[in-house]
């Protein structure tokens, strides 16, 4: 991971922008209507917006001073001036432009409620940490992670393949919601002292450092419990409920976060949950097209 661009890119957490797209696969095959031309493209589309999300990101805070020395994590490439703020903002044009050409497909197979779902996820991800007023300082950044990375992105993903709405779309986008919404709680909660002390108020400076402990945790374990209940009820797919397998790993994380303060050890609970995110999408994919 030598490239500078790669990890601008942050290639850990790019699963959030897979794994809607993988539970909304599973269901459209369950449902007989799968598409792999939907499918792919869909898959494209959403990874080139998370990159070119991150890509942004990572020029508004460096604009806005947010990445200090003092902040741990990943190198931020414009903010220690590897990258050129004017080479991240044209890298961010062509992402989204590829963002773009999938979206340009997907309206031919679904009509233009696709390109509605694509301006605004676009729209989202240039006004996290950009713009005026960006959103992600005002501690309003889990909310729109939640609607646009985990509801939207999971139903307009199953959406694609039959132009259809199924409530077991909607029900599953809900763990996805809670899985991606706790990667960025895992990411604010390592940058809490750093991001207060340049006046970025993320939700995690705004709850404080218990509080967001127990948001974390509520996101996990409300990931299973939703799985559970869906699941037995027969709201979703019986056989969704294999992704509860996973719950073991979700309660290491949640350890975690509770116990550890350095750097190393968050940053490893952030990749882990995004991993953990996956592993989830993927066997509820599974379960759903059994």
Avoid: C
């Avoid at 999300?53 to 931020?76: H, L, Q, V, Y």
């Avoid at 031919?108 to 240039?126: E, K, M, N, Q, R």
């Amino acid at each position: 991971m030598n490239s500078p661009w790669i990890q601008a890119a942050r290639p850990a957490t790019l699963w959030a922008a897979l794994a809607p797209v993988l539970v909304a696969g599973g269901l459209a095959s369950g449902d007989g209507v799968f598409r792999w031309d939907a499918f792919l493209a869909a898959a494209l589309g959403s990874v080139a917006i998370q990159v070119a999300t991150n890509f942004a990101n990572d020029a508004s805070d460096a604009k806005r001073g947010a990445d200090t020395e003092e902040r741990i994590g990943p190198t931020r490439m414009v903010a220690t001036g590897v990258i050129t703020e004017r080479q991240m903002w044209t890298a961010t044009a062509l992402t989204f432009g590829v963002a773009a050409l999938a979206g340009i497909w997907l309206i031919t197979i679904a009509g233009w409620i696709i390109a509605v779902i694509g301006v605004a996820s676009i729209l989202a991800g240039l006004g996290y940490v950009g713009g005026p007023r960006p959103y992600g300082y005002r501690g309003l950044g889990e909310v729109f992670v939640f609607l646009f990375f985990g509801i939207v992105a999971t139903v307009g993903s199953r959406f694609v393949h039959d132009q259809t709405f199924p409530l077991d779309a909607w029900l599953l986008a809900i763990p996805m919601g809670f899985l991606v919404t706790a990667i960025l709680v895992a990411n604010n909660i390592r940058d809490i002292e750093t991001d207060r002390a340049v006046g970025k108020r993320t939700l995690a400076v705004i709850l404080g450092r218990p509080r967001t402990k127990q948001l974390y945790a509520g996101l996990i374990y409300g990931t299973f419990v939703a799985i559970t209940i869906f699941g037995t009820l027969r709201l979703t797919p019986l056989a969704t409920l294999i992704a509860v397998f996973w719950l073991p790993w979700g309660v290491g994380l949640v350890r975690t976060i509770y116990s550890e303060t350095s750097g190393v050890a968050l940053i490893g609970a952030l990749k882990g949950t995004a991993r953990l995110q996956l592993l989830v999408a993927f066997s509820l994919a599974l379960g759903a097209s059994a």
